[in-house]
């Protein structure tokens, strides 16, 4: 999936929890900032980087869904 991520900090949540937190892959599609990272939990990924710019971010992830 795709998202546009123009904050400093963004949560992308899952639409259903994960029994235990998924094996994503993110990617930013544009130039890196200074810092770019993410967290994994059972509902969301948590993106974090320095600036709000409006970057392209690509996921996917893989687990047993709780639903």
């Excluded at 949560?11 to 930013?28: G, K, L, Q, R």
């Amino acid at each position: 999936d795709t998202n546009v991520f123009e904050e400093i900090t963004r949560d992308i949540t899952f639409n259903v929890a994960y029994v235990a937190a998924p094996h994503c892959v993110v990617t930013w599609q544009t130039t890196p900032a200074a810092s770019q990272s993410y967290t994994i939990s059972t509902t969301a990924i948590t993106l974090t980087q320095t600036s709000a710019s409006g970057r392209l971010v690509n996921y996917v992830c893989i687990g047993r869904s709780g639903g």
